[in-house]
Structures are given as structure tokens and as C-alpha cells.
């Protein structure tokens, strides 16, 4: 009977990692001792460990960089997925700093995908802008947008590293964004997305995939935003 309330070997491991996290007080990317060295400290042995310390990544406590440790990692930013509020605003709500990097900016023609999503006829042209998204420092996102640049030709001149994308749209154009759809997925990066997001080829990340509409149910922006499965946590309320 009290074996059943007896705390598992990694239990007690991942306990150990949480308060010396504490009792050092150390903050975000603070390089944790080695796994021979934590065995050592707490006597246990390197499979327990091990356990403690992917349970720890898996809850966003701990990232692991190849060849070089285990690091602490920044509390998730946490994104309602039934919420159309911009992630500039999530941002500041966490009370984390938010900068953006303009990777391209450039006038396509749509190809199928965007078609059906914008609703628009195959090879007319569209405004695409990718940006990367960075939180205290982190780079977070990957995010790409398409709009009609028929339909909104000054964008082109805008620079979204410094304004708001949705800003732009609200007070120049006089859009007003009421609804979306909004798909997540998992998928793995491809060698440029983990240069830019500062992880490992094919590390596993989260996919978002959408599109916002205006008042009259008029698609406005097809999104598609990688995000790094270390530094966001989604949320949805349910209701009956």
C-alpha cells in the first residue's frame, strides 16, 4: 500500500533540478552542472537523470543545446488560440520585449494555395511579407503574410520592422479585422528556418496556418507562422 505513495526516482530527480534552479536563483539560458556532475550531487543514476531532464524540456523548463549542456529556459509566452489579438500584444501583456526583423518584402504572383485562401484569380499579385519574430532577445517566429497588393499597393513602402502590420491596415486602408481561421500543426524545420530561429535542422516546431477576414467576411491576410515549440504554449477555453 505506501508503495503506491512512495515518489519515483524521477520524480525525485526533476525535484532536485527545480530547486537548484531556485536556491541558485538562475535566470533564463543559465547553463546547468553536467549530467555526471548532477548524478554525483543527488545520487542518482545517469537514466533517472535523464528522464528528469526531458520531462523538464517537455514542460518548457529546459532546453538542450547539442555538444554544449542543458540550459534553463524563459517562461512560454501564452497564446489563445481563440484570440485575434496581435502578438505584439501578447508580448507586452507577458511583459517581455518584442523586435521584428524584415526578412523579405516582395510582390508575387499567387500561386494555388494563396488563391484559395484569398480568394483571388492564379498569378495575380500579392504582397508578401515574411518576418522574423524576436522576444527578449529569442528569436520566436518565422512569420510570412499575403495580402492583395492590388488592393493595398502602398504596403510595399512600409517598413514592418518598425510599424504594425495590422495598424497599417486599420488606419490607411480602413480594414477592420473581426474574424479568423486558424489551423496548428506540427512540423520540422528546414535549414534556413533554423538558422533564423537559432535551433537545429529539423527541429520539431509548431505550424500555424490561417486566414483573417474583415466585416464583410472579405479574406484579408493567408498566414503561415513557424514557431518555436520551446517558447510558445497555446491555450483555448471551452465552453458548453
Known amino acids: 500500500m505506501t508503495s503506491e505513495f512512495r515518489s519515483r526516482p524521477r520524480d525525485e530527480a526533476t525535484e532536485k533540478i527545480e530547486c537548484y534552479i531556485i536556491e541558485h536563483k538562475l535566470p533564463p539560458h543559465s547553463k546547468l552542472p553536467s549530467e555526471r556532475d548532477m548524478c554525483k550531487m543527488w545520487n542518482f543514476n545517469r537514466t533517472t537523470l535523464r528522464s528528469a531532464i526531458e520531462r523538464l524540456i517537455t514542460e518548457g523548463k529546459l532546453y538542450h543545446r547539442k555538444g554544449s549542456g542543458t540550459f534553463t529556459a524563459s517562461p512560454k509566452l501564452i497564446r489563445n488560440l481563440q484570440d485575434l489579438k496581435p502578438f505584439s500584444h501578447v508580448v507586452a501583456e507577458a511583459g517581455k520585449r518584442l523586435t521584428t ?17 484569398l480568394h483571388l484569380p492564379l498569378g495575380h499579385k500579392v504582397y508578401e511579407l515574411t518576418r522574423l519574430r524576436i522576444v527578449d532577445g529569442e528569436p520566436v517566429i518565422v512569420e510570412t503574410c499575403y495580402v492583395d497588393f492590388e488592393r493595398f499597393p502602398e504596403l510595399i513602402h512600409h517598413d514592418f520592422g518598425q510599424e504594425s502590420f495590422y495598424g497599417v491596415l486599420e488606419n490607411d486602408y480602413g480594414v477592420c479585422i473581426v474574424k479568423g481561421e486558424e489551423k496548428i500543426a506540427i512540423t520540422y524545420t528546414t535549414p534556413e528556418e533554423s538558422e533564423y530561429l537559432k535551433i537545429e535542422e529539423e527541429s520539431p516546431v509548431f505550424l500555424l496556418t490561417g486566414v483573417v477576414k474583415d466585416e464583410e467576411d472579405v479574406p484579408i491576410e493567408y498566414f503561415k507562422s513557424v514557431v518555436r515549440a520551446d517558447s510558445v504554449r497555446f491555450a483555448s477555453v471551452l465552453t458548453r
Do not use: D, F, R, Y
Request: aromatic letters at 0%.
Open 101 to 117: 526583423q524584415v526578412i523579405s518584402a516582395l510582390v508575387i504572383e499567387s500561386n494555388k494555395q494563396i488563391t484559395k485562401m
